[in-house]
């Protein structure tokens, strides 16, 4: 079983929409929880971390429900700048470090004008 | 923001040739620097934890002869691909972060795509 599973999609979807992508991990233990975009070619971003209570940022909200293992983002009202590769990334616990994070696949999403 | 430069953005080389990427934090100190790979529609997979001043830590099934790793001060790390091979090419990135004790966020260098013929 992959440490972080993600739908790779892809998601397409018409301007304005409102489009969710779940993530699940195997690590109980799992710390720190992240969502980072990546545009093609390019190099992740961070985009917002994950918190217990759930967090909103402008257009995005993200979830966790750690008893679930299970990381959502949810975008709203969809730009066509929105489309790119969405990161599920979770905090790997592993001797002496507690900061390397490991990274599902992505869940691709393109917004259509 | 933290800022993280990496250089060269994209290098060609022969097969058999050695390839040095170079990561910089420019506007922190990172005592702990991470070194990335990824191939073409997969996510990316760490290689290995370069910390200043001592060893890097390689993750399982990285080669330590292959991929050497140099953290000589708190704001550079390079990673050397040894006697690369068409297999090595990927898009290479490292990472690094404030830390102090915080969430564990990363910020990425830009990337170097290593292209061997």
């Known amino acids: 079983r992959k440490e972080v599973e993600q739908d790779p999609g892809p998601f397409n979807v018409p301007e304005g929409a409102t489009v969710a992508f779940n993530c699940t991990y195997s690590n109980s233990a799992s710390q720190s929880f992240f969502w980072y975009r990546q545009d093609c070619r390019k190099e992740p971003k961070l985009l917002m971390s994950?918190?217990?209570s759930g967090n909103e940022d402008g257009r995005f909200t993200a979830q966790l429900n750690r008893a679930s293992q299970y990381i959502s983002l949810l975008i709203r009202d969809s730009k066509l700048s929105d489309s790119a590769t969405y990161l599920c990334?979770?905090?790997?616990?592993?001797?002496?470090?507690?900061?390397?994070?490991?990274f599902g696949s992505g869940t691709q999403l393109t917004v259509l004008p | 923001g933290a800022v993280v430069s990496q250089h060269p953005s994209w290098v060609i080389c022969k097969s058999g040739t050695s390839v040095k990427i170079e990561c910089r934090s420019l506007d922190f100190q990172a005592t702990t620097m991470f070194w990335y790979r990824q191939f073409p529609k997969q996510s990316l997979m760490l290689m290995a934890t370069s910390n200043e001043g001592s060893k890097a830590t390689y993750e399982q099934g990285v080669e330590k002869d292959k991929f050497l790793i140099n953290h000589a001060s708190l704001t550079l790390s390079t990673l050397t691909v040894t006697s690369a091979h068409p297999e090595d090419s990927s898009f290479y990135i490292c990472?690094?972060?404030?830390?102090?004790?915080?969430?564990?966020?990363?910020?990425f260098g830009p990337g170097t795509r290593l292209t061997v013929t």
């Open positions: 990472s690094a972060g404030p830390f102090a004790g915080g969430p564990h966020e990363q910020y």
């Open positions: 994950v918190y217990s």
């Open positions: 990334v979770v905090n790997k616990i592993s001797s002496g470090s507690a900061r390397q994070l490991t």
